[in-house]
Protein backbone atom coordinates (compact mmCIF):
# COMPACT_ATOMS: atom_id res chain seq x y z
CA UNK A 1 0.00 0.00 0.00
CA UNK A 2 1.56 3.14 -0.81
CA UNK A 3 1.70 6.45 1.13
CA UNK A 4 -1.46 8.24 -0.76
CA UNK A 5 -3.63 5.00 -0.57
CA UNK A 6 -2.39 4.72 2.91
CA UNK A 7 -3.58 8.14 3.86
CA UNK A 8 -6.71 8.05 2.09
CA UNK A 9 -8.03 4.76 4.20
CA UNK A 10 -6.77 6.47 7.27
CA UNK A 11 -8.96 9.45 6.95
CA UNK A 12 -11.96 6.92 6.11
CA UNK A 13 -11.23 5.11 9.07
CA UNK A 14 -10.81 8.00 11.09
CA UNK A 15 -13.84 9.15 10.18
CA UNK A 16 -15.87 6.09 11.47
CA UNK A 17 -17.27 5.50 14.87
CA UNK A 18 -15.21 3.41 16.90
CA UNK A 19 -17.10 0.35 17.09
CA UNK A 20 -17.94 0.47 12.67
CA UNK A 21 -13.70 1.17 12.61
CA UNK A 22 -12.97 -1.78 14.08
CA UNK A 23 -15.68 -3.89 12.17
CA UNK A 24 -13.69 -2.63 8.95
CA UNK A 25 -10.11 -2.88 9.96
CA UNK A 26 -10.98 -7.05 10.96
CA UNK A 27 -12.05 -7.30 7.91
CA UNK A 28 -8.60 -6.77 6.25
CA UNK A 29 -5.77 -9.10 5.50
CA UNK A 30 -3.41 -9.25 7.67
CA UNK A 31 -0.76 -7.77 5.87
CA UNK A 32 -3.50 -4.60 5.57
CA UNK A 33 -3.92 -4.96 9.36
CA UNK A 34 -0.12 -4.41 9.84
CA UNK A 35 -0.02 -1.38 8.10
CA UNK A 36 -2.06 0.29 10.75
CA UNK A 37 -1.66 -1.80 13.39
CA UNK A 38 0.56 1.30 15.47
CA UNK A 39 -1.96 4.17 14.20
CA UNK A 40 -3.21 4.93 18.07
CA UNK A 41 -6.32 6.84 16.77
CA UNK A 42 -7.63 4.20 14.71
CA UNK A 43 -8.13 2.00 17.64
CA UNK A 44 -8.70 4.70 20.37
CA UNK A 45 -11.92 5.54 21.98
CA UNK A 46 -12.79 9.03 21.35
CA UNK A 47 -12.21 9.58 25.44
CA UNK A 48 -8.29 8.30 24.83
CA UNK A 49 -7.37 10.87 22.48
CA UNK A 50 -6.09 14.61 23.66
CA UNK A 51 -9.24 16.86 22.92
CA UNK A 52 -9.06 19.51 20.72
CA UNK A 53 -9.80 22.37 22.69
CA UNK A 54 -6.81 24.81 24.09
CA UNK A 55 -6.34 23.48 27.14
CA UNK A 56 -3.13 23.52 29.50
CA UNK A 57 -4.14 20.48 31.41
CA UNK A 58 -6.21 17.30 30.48
CA UNK A 59 -7.46 15.46 33.64
CA UNK A 60 -8.41 12.02 33.41
CA UNK A 61 -10.68 11.08 35.69
CA UNK A 62 -11.83 7.35 35.47
CA UNK A 63 -12.24 3.33 36.71
CA UNK A 64 -10.08 0.92 36.90
CA UNK A 65 -9.24 -0.76 33.41
CA UNK A 66 -10.06 2.23 31.68
CA UNK A 67 -7.36 2.29 29.23
CA UNK A 68 -5.40 5.14 31.07
CA UNK A 69 -2.07 4.19 30.93
CA UNK A 70 -2.25 3.22 27.16
CA UNK A 71 -4.25 6.66 26.60
CA UNK A 72 -0.68 7.90 28.73
CA UNK A 73 1.85 6.09 27.02
CA UNK A 74 0.58 6.78 23.13
CA UNK A 75 0.28 10.68 24.33
CA UNK A 76 3.82 10.73 24.85
CA UNK A 77 5.06 8.92 22.13
CA UNK A 78 2.85 11.01 19.64
CA UNK A 79 4.28 14.47 21.35
CA UNK A 80 8.00 12.50 20.84
CA UNK A 81 7.69 11.98 17.32
CA UNK A 82 6.36 15.00 16.46
CA UNK A 83 9.02 16.96 18.26
CA UNK A 84 12.64 16.15 17.80
CA UNK A 85 13.30 19.05 20.73
CA UNK A 86 10.41 17.74 23.03
CA UNK A 87 11.03 17.73 26.56
CA UNK A 88 8.56 15.71 29.05
CA UNK A 89 8.79 14.68 32.51
CA UNK A 90 6.80 11.29 33.83
CA UNK A 91 6.28 11.61 37.07
CA UNK A 92 4.25 8.58 39.14
CA UNK A 93 3.41 8.48 42.51
CA UNK A 94 7.33 6.41 43.40
CA UNK A 95 10.16 6.09 40.63
CA UNK A 96 9.73 2.70 41.29
CA UNK A 97 5.60 3.06 39.80
CA UNK A 98 6.91 5.53 36.96
CA UNK A 99 9.32 3.12 35.63
CA UNK A 100 7.16 -0.71 35.87
CA UNK A 101 3.88 1.20 34.79
CA UNK A 102 4.48 4.03 32.77
CA UNK A 103 7.68 3.23 31.23
CA UNK A 104 8.18 -1.11 31.19
CA UNK A 105 4.20 -1.57 31.97
CA UNK A 106 2.09 -3.79 29.47
CA UNK A 107 0.51 -0.70 28.04
CA UNK A 108 4.09 1.56 29.65
CA UNK A 109 5.38 3.04 26.44
CA UNK A 110 8.36 0.96 25.60
CA UNK A 111 5.33 -1.23 25.11
CA UNK A 112 3.44 0.41 22.77
CA UNK A 113 5.83 2.30 20.72
CA UNK A 114 6.69 0.43 17.20
CA UNK A 115 9.85 -1.44 16.32
CA UNK A 116 12.82 0.91 15.01
CA UNK A 117 10.82 3.96 16.67
CA UNK A 118 11.14 2.47 20.29
CA UNK A 119 12.80 5.13 22.67
CA UNK A 120 15.72 3.81 24.63
CA UNK A 121 15.69 3.75 27.98
CA UNK A 122 18.48 4.64 30.53
CA UNK A 123 17.41 3.46 34.24
CA UNK A 124 20.60 4.46 35.80
CA UNK A 125 19.55 8.13 34.64
CA UNK A 126 15.72 7.89 34.56
CA UNK A 127 15.72 9.00 31.04
CA UNK A 128 13.99 7.74 27.87
CA UNK A 129 15.35 8.74 24.21
CA UNK A 130 13.85 8.53 21.19
CA UNK A 131 15.49 8.22 17.81
CA UNK A 132 15.05 11.63 16.44
CA UNK A 133 16.63 13.59 20.05
CA UNK A 134 13.24 13.54 22.07
CA UNK A 135 13.51 13.12 25.77
CA UNK A 136 11.57 11.69 28.92
CA UNK A 137 12.77 12.11 32.22
CA UNK A 138 11.15 10.40 35.18
CA UNK A 139 10.57 11.42 38.85
CA UNK A 140 9.00 10.32 41.89
CA UNK A 141 6.04 12.79 43.01
CA UNK A 142 7.39 11.90 46.44
CA UNK A 143 10.35 14.21 46.01
CA UNK A 144 8.93 17.11 45.02
CA UNK A 145 12.36 19.33 45.24
CA UNK A 146 13.37 17.04 42.30
CA UNK A 147 11.24 19.13 40.39
CA UNK A 148 12.17 22.63 41.49
CA UNK A 149 14.38 24.18 38.46
CA UNK A 150 13.89 21.30 35.35
CA UNK A 151 12.42 22.63 32.43
CA UNK A 152 9.79 20.77 30.35
CA UNK A 153 7.12 21.39 27.57
CA UNK A 154 5.13 18.46 28.63
CA UNK A 155 4.14 16.19 31.41
CA UNK A 156 2.52 12.81 32.14
CA UNK A 157 1.24 12.58 35.88
CA UNK A 158 -0.43 9.27 36.70
CA UNK A 159 -2.16 8.19 39.51
CA UNK A 160 -2.20 11.71 41.23
CA UNK A 161 -4.74 10.71 43.80
CA UNK A 162 -2.25 8.12 44.98
CA UNK A 163 0.61 10.98 45.18
CA UNK A 164 1.78 10.96 49.37
CA UNK A 165 -0.05 13.83 50.80
CA UNK A 166 1.82 13.98 53.99
CA UNK A 167 2.91 17.46 54.50
CA UNK A 168 1.46 18.54 51.18
CA UNK A 169 4.09 16.63 49.52
CA UNK A 170 1.40 15.98 46.28
CA UNK A 171 0.56 19.58 45.91
CA UNK A 172 4.14 21.09 46.09
CA UNK A 173 5.09 18.49 43.55
CA UNK A 174 2.56 19.64 41.18
CA UNK A 175 3.59 23.07 42.29
CA UNK A 176 6.96 22.54 41.40
CA UNK A 177 5.82 21.33 38.32
CA UNK A 178 4.10 23.85 36.90
CA UNK A 179 6.52 26.32 37.78
CA UNK A 180 9.36 24.46 35.72
CA UNK A 181 6.69 23.48 32.58
CA UNK A 182 7.35 26.64 30.43
CA UNK A 183 9.38 24.90 27.44
CA UNK A 184 7.93 25.46 23.91
CA UNK A 185 4.40 27.47 22.70
CA UNK A 186 2.13 25.65 24.64
CA UNK A 187 3.26 23.48 27.51
CA UNK A 188 0.57 21.45 28.59
CA UNK A 189 0.43 18.04 31.26
CA UNK A 190 -1.44 15.32 30.96
CA UNK A 191 -2.92 13.80 34.72
CA UNK A 192 -4.45 10.23 34.51
CA UNK A 193 -6.03 8.96 37.59
CA UNK A 194 -8.62 7.08 39.72
CA UNK A 195 -11.02 9.30 41.35
CA UNK A 196 -9.89 10.04 45.11
CA UNK A 197 -11.15 13.51 47.28
CA UNK A 198 -7.59 14.18 48.15
CA UNK A 199 -6.49 17.81 47.86
CA UNK A 200 -4.84 18.00 44.47
CA UNK A 201 -7.42 15.82 42.84
CA UNK A 202 -10.03 18.56 43.91
CA UNK A 203 -7.54 21.33 42.93
CA UNK A 204 -8.07 19.90 39.04
CA UNK A 205 -11.43 19.56 39.14
CA UNK A 206 -12.19 22.78 40.53
CA UNK A 207 -9.80 24.29 37.60
CA UNK A 208 -10.76 27.12 35.13
CA UNK A 209 -12.60 25.67 31.94
CA UNK A 210 -10.11 27.27 29.83
CA UNK A 211 -7.43 25.88 31.78
CA UNK A 212 -8.31 21.84 31.86
CA UNK A 213 -10.14 19.53 29.67
CA UNK A 214 -12.01 16.66 31.62
CA UNK A 215 -12.38 12.93 30.38
CA UNK A 216 -14.60 10.93 32.84
CA UNK A 217 -15.14 7.10 32.17
CA UNK A 218 -15.56 3.61 33.97
CA UNK A 219 -13.86 0.47 33.63
CA UNK A 220 -17.06 -0.62 31.22
CA UNK A 221 -16.24 1.84 28.83
CA UNK A 222 -13.31 -0.57 27.94
CA UNK A 223 -15.32 -3.67 27.71
CA UNK A 224 -13.53 -4.61 24.49
CA UNK A 225 -10.41 -5.54 25.80
CA UNK A 226 -11.76 -6.49 29.35
CA UNK A 227 -12.30 -10.16 30.39
CA UNK A 228 -16.12 -10.62 30.50
CA UNK A 229 -15.35 -12.73 33.94
CA UNK A 230 -13.38 -10.21 35.47
CA UNK A 231 -16.31 -7.60 34.60
CA UNK A 232 -19.07 -9.93 36.09
CA UNK A 233 -17.61 -10.51 38.94
CA UNK A 234 -15.90 -7.30 40.21
CA UNK A 235 -19.26 -5.51 39.64
CA UNK A 236 -21.39 -8.86 41.63
CA UNK A 237 -18.47 -8.04 44.38
CA UNK A 238 -18.63 -4.24 44.71
CA UNK A 239 -21.69 -3.35 42.72
CA UNK A 240 -22.87 0.62 43.34
CA UNK A 241 -21.29 0.14 46.50
CA UNK A 242 -19.22 3.55 47.30
CA UNK A 243 -15.78 1.59 46.44
CA UNK A 244 -17.40 0.36 43.11
CA UNK A 245 -18.64 3.35 42.31
CA UNK A 246 -14.94 4.93 42.90
CA UNK A 247 -12.80 2.25 41.45
CA UNK A 248 -15.06 0.98 38.59
CA UNK A 249 -17.35 4.16 37.59
CA UNK A 250 -14.91 6.94 38.43
CA UNK A 251 -16.99 8.95 40.62
CA UNK A 252 -15.42 11.45 42.55
CA UNK A 253 -17.23 10.68 46.38
CA UNK A 254 -18.20 14.07 47.75
CA UNK A 255 -18.33 14.30 51.71
CA UNK A 256 -21.77 14.26 53.72
CA UNK A 257 -21.95 17.64 54.93
CA UNK A 258 -22.16 17.49 58.78
CA UNK A 259 -20.07 13.97 58.84
CA UNK A 260 -17.11 13.89 61.53
CA UNK A 261 -14.78 12.66 58.65
CA UNK A 262 -14.25 13.71 55.64
CA UNK A 263 -11.83 12.59 52.74
CA UNK A 264 -9.46 15.54 52.53
CA UNK A 265 -8.85 14.91 56.44
CA UNK A 266 -7.75 11.11 56.03
CA UNK A 267 -5.99 11.70 53.05
CA UNK A 268 -4.14 14.28 54.91
CA UNK A 269 -3.27 11.81 57.66
CA UNK A 270 -1.82 9.05 55.19
CA UNK A 271 1.09 7.33 55.36
CA UNK A 272 2.96 4.42 53.25
CA UNK A 273 4.24 2.81 56.33
CA UNK A 274 4.36 3.38 59.64
CA UNK A 275 7.10 6.30 60.24
CA UNK A 276 7.70 5.69 63.88
CA UNK A 277 8.55 2.24 65.74
CA UNK A 278 5.54 1.03 67.30
CA UNK A 279 5.06 0.26 71.27
CA UNK A 280 1.80 -1.17 71.50
CA UNK A 281 -0.68 -2.64 69.09
CA UNK A 282 -3.75 -3.57 70.28
CA UNK A 283 -6.68 -5.35 68.14
CA UNK A 284 -10.09 -4.34 68.52
CA UNK A 285 -13.35 -6.08 67.41
CA UNK A 286 -16.82 -4.77 67.10
CA UNK A 287 -18.81 -8.29 67.38
CA UNK A 288 -22.32 -8.74 64.85
CA UNK A 289 -25.23 -8.95 66.54
CA UNK A 290 -26.58 -11.56 64.81
CA UNK A 291 -24.80 -13.69 62.00
CA UNK A 292 -27.55 -13.27 59.19
CA UNK A 293 -26.15 -10.78 57.41
CA UNK A 294 -24.26 -7.96 60.27
CA UNK A 295 -20.56 -7.79 59.72
CA UNK A 296 -17.95 -8.22 62.71
CA UNK A 297 -15.71 -5.21 62.83
CA UNK A 298 -11.86 -6.63 62.94
CA UNK A 299 -9.47 -3.07 63.25
CA UNK A 300 -6.00 -3.17 64.11
CA UNK A 301 -4.41 -0.48 65.83
CA UNK A 302 -0.74 0.74 67.50
CA UNK A 303 0.62 3.65 69.50
CA UNK A 304 3.95 4.90 68.18
CA UNK A 305 6.75 6.15 70.20
CA UNK A 306 6.36 9.83 68.43
CA UNK A 307 2.70 9.58 70.52
CA UNK A 308 1.03 9.39 67.10
CA UNK A 309 -1.75 6.32 67.04
CA UNK A 310 -1.65 4.31 63.46
CA UNK A 311 -5.02 2.33 62.35
CA UNK A 312 -2.37 -0.66 60.89
CA UNK A 313 -5.62 -2.85 59.24
CA UNK A 314 -9.02 -3.20 58.57
CA UNK A 315 -9.91 -7.49 58.68
CA UNK A 316 -13.36 -7.16 59.38
CA UNK A 317 -15.35 -10.28 58.02
CA UNK A 318 -18.97 -10.10 56.43
CA UNK A 319 -21.58 -11.98 57.95
CA UNK A 320 -19.49 -14.34 59.69
CA UNK A 321 -20.47 -17.42 62.03
CA UNK A 322 -19.31 -17.07 66.14
CA UNK A 323 -16.22 -19.16 65.67
CA UNK A 324 -15.51 -17.59 62.49
CA UNK A 325 -14.94 -13.96 63.55
CA UNK A 326 -13.50 -15.20 66.69
CA UNK A 327 -10.80 -17.25 64.80
CA UNK A 328 -10.15 -14.97 62.59
CA UNK A 329 -9.54 -12.12 65.89
CA UNK A 330 -7.04 -14.77 67.13
CA UNK A 331 -5.52 -14.95 63.69
CA UNK A 332 -4.97 -11.31 63.22
CA UNK A 333 -4.16 -10.74 66.33
CA UNK A 334 -1.04 -13.31 66.46
CA UNK A 335 -0.50 -11.92 62.79
CA UNK A 336 0.33 -8.40 64.11
CA UNK A 337 1.84 -9.07 67.39
CA UNK A 338 -0.48 -7.64 69.39
CA UNK A 339 -1.15 -6.47 73.18
CA UNK A 340 -4.25 -7.05 74.02
CA UNK A 341 -7.73 -7.60 72.27
CA UNK A 342 -10.80 -4.84 72.81
CA UNK A 343 -14.21 -6.47 72.25
CA UNK A 344 -17.70 -4.57 72.62
CA UNK A 345 -19.29 -7.22 74.85
CA UNK A 346 -23.00 -5.12 75.00
CA UNK A 347 -24.42 -8.24 73.02
CA UNK A 348 -23.32 -10.21 76.02
CA UNK A 349 -19.93 -10.27 77.67
CA UNK A 350 -20.04 -13.70 78.83
CA UNK A 351 -21.05 -14.94 74.94
CA UNK A 352 -18.41 -12.84 73.64
CA UNK A 353 -15.17 -13.52 75.77
CA UNK A 354 -16.43 -17.34 75.62
CA UNK A 355 -16.34 -17.42 71.92
CA UNK A 356 -12.93 -15.60 71.82
CA UNK A 357 -11.64 -17.80 74.83
CA UNK A 358 -12.39 -21.36 72.81
CA UNK A 359 -10.25 -19.91 69.37
CA UNK A 360 -7.64 -20.03 72.12
CA UNK A 361 -6.77 -16.15 72.55
CA UNK A 362 -4.28 -15.99 74.96
CA UNK A 363 -3.57 -12.27 74.91
CA UNK A 364 -5.01 -9.83 77.66
CA UNK A 365 -8.88 -9.63 76.50
CA UNK A 366 -10.34 -6.37 77.75
CA UNK A 367 -14.19 -6.31 76.96
CA UNK A 368 -15.72 -2.71 76.56
CA UNK A 369 -19.87 -2.01 77.46
CA UNK A 370 -21.00 1.35 75.09
CA UNK A 371 -22.89 3.88 77.83
CA UNK A 372 -23.13 5.69 74.65
CA UNK A 373 -23.88 5.97 71.26
CA UNK A 374 -21.62 5.27 68.27
CA UNK A 375 -21.40 9.25 67.08
CA UNK A 376 -20.91 10.28 70.98
CA UNK A 377 -17.97 7.80 71.53
CA UNK A 378 -16.24 9.03 68.33
CA UNK A 379 -16.45 12.09 68.68
CA UNK A 380 -13.18 12.40 70.67
CA UNK A 381 -11.37 9.88 68.31
CA UNK A 382 -12.10 12.09 65.30
CA UNK A 383 -11.24 15.18 67.46
CA UNK A 384 -7.21 13.12 67.36
CA UNK A 385 -7.54 13.62 63.46
CA UNK A 386 -8.51 17.20 63.63
CA UNK A 387 -5.82 17.49 65.82
CA UNK A 388 -3.07 15.47 64.21
CA UNK A 389 -2.11 12.61 66.45
CA UNK A 390 -3.53 9.78 64.18
CA UNK A 391 -2.45 8.68 60.90
CA UNK A 392 -3.24 5.41 58.48
CA UNK A 393 -0.96 3.29 57.16
CA UNK A 394 -2.28 2.91 53.17
CA UNK A 395 -5.75 2.48 52.01
CA UNK A 396 -8.46 1.20 53.93
CA UNK A 397 -11.18 2.27 51.56
CA UNK A 398 -14.60 0.03 53.49
CA UNK A 399 -13.65 1.30 56.24
CA UNK A 400 -12.75 5.11 55.52
CA UNK A 401 -16.15 4.79 53.44
CA UNK A 402 -17.78 3.95 57.13
CA UNK A 403 -16.11 6.82 59.20
CA UNK A 404 -17.38 9.71 56.41
CA UNK A 405 -20.91 8.46 56.63
CA UNK A 406 -21.01 9.28 60.76
CA UNK A 407 -22.56 12.23 61.29
CA UNK A 408 -21.89 14.97 64.00
CA UNK A 409 -25.35 15.40 65.01
CA UNK A 410 -26.17 11.90 65.49
CA UNK A 411 -27.03 9.15 63.09
CA UNK A 412 -25.24 7.04 59.90
CA UNK A 413 -25.35 7.45 56.32
CA UNK A 414 -22.60 5.08 55.09
CA UNK A 415 -22.75 2.10 53.55
CA UNK A 416 -24.33 -0.90 54.98
CA UNK A 417 -26.29 -0.92 57.98
CA UNK A 418 -24.12 -0.26 60.96
CA UNK A 419 -20.34 1.19 60.81
CA UNK A 420 -18.93 -1.90 62.19
CA UNK A 421 -15.51 -1.40 61.54
CA UNK A 422 -15.37 2.20 62.23
CA UNK A 423 -16.94 1.15 65.47
CA UNK A 424 -13.66 -1.17 66.30
CA UNK A 425 -11.43 1.63 65.22
CA UNK A 426 -13.09 4.16 67.63
CA UNK A 427 -12.69 1.10 70.12
CA UNK A 428 -9.16 0.58 69.63
CA UNK A 429 -7.84 4.11 69.35
CA UNK A 430 -10.27 4.86 72.58
CA UNK A 431 -7.68 2.45 74.05
CA UNK A 432 -4.59 3.59 73.06
CA UNK A 433 -5.03 7.59 72.61
CA UNK A 434 -7.87 8.20 75.15
CA UNK A 435 -7.99 5.43 78.21
CA UNK A 436 -7.02 5.89 81.83
CA UNK A 437 -4.57 3.88 83.58
CA UNK A 438 -6.82 1.90 86.27
CA UNK A 439 -10.34 1.51 84.74
CA UNK A 440 -12.32 -0.43 86.54
CA UNK A 441 -13.63 -2.22 83.33
CA UNK A 442 -11.38 -3.91 82.40
CA UNK A 443 -11.54 -7.91 82.73
CA UNK A 444 -9.01 -10.06 81.50
CA UNK A 445 -8.84 -13.89 81.01
CA UNK A 446 -5.49 -15.94 79.95
Known amino acids: MNRREFNRRLRFLLSRPHPERMAILAAMTQQEQREFRHVWRIYARNAQVAPASDWRTWLILAGRGFGKTRAGSEWVRELAEAEPAARIALIGATLAEARSVMVEGESGILAI ?179 RGDACGIVVCALGEDGIGRVLADCSLEKPSPERWARKVAQVAEAWSADRVIAEANQGGDMVASVLRAAEISLPLKLVHATKGKVARAEPVAALYEAGRLRHVGLLPKLEDQLCGLLSGGGYEGPGRSPDRADALVWALSELMLAKAGSPKIRTTG
Open 113 to 291: CPPGRSPTFEPSLRRLTWPNGAEATLYSAGEPESLRGPQHGYAWCDEVAKWDNANSRAMRAWDNLQFGLRLGELPRCLATTTPRAVPLVRKLTAGRAGDIAITRGSTEDNTANLSARFLRDIRTSYGKTALGRQELDGELLEDIEGALWTRALLESCREPAPSSPLIRTVVAVDPPATH
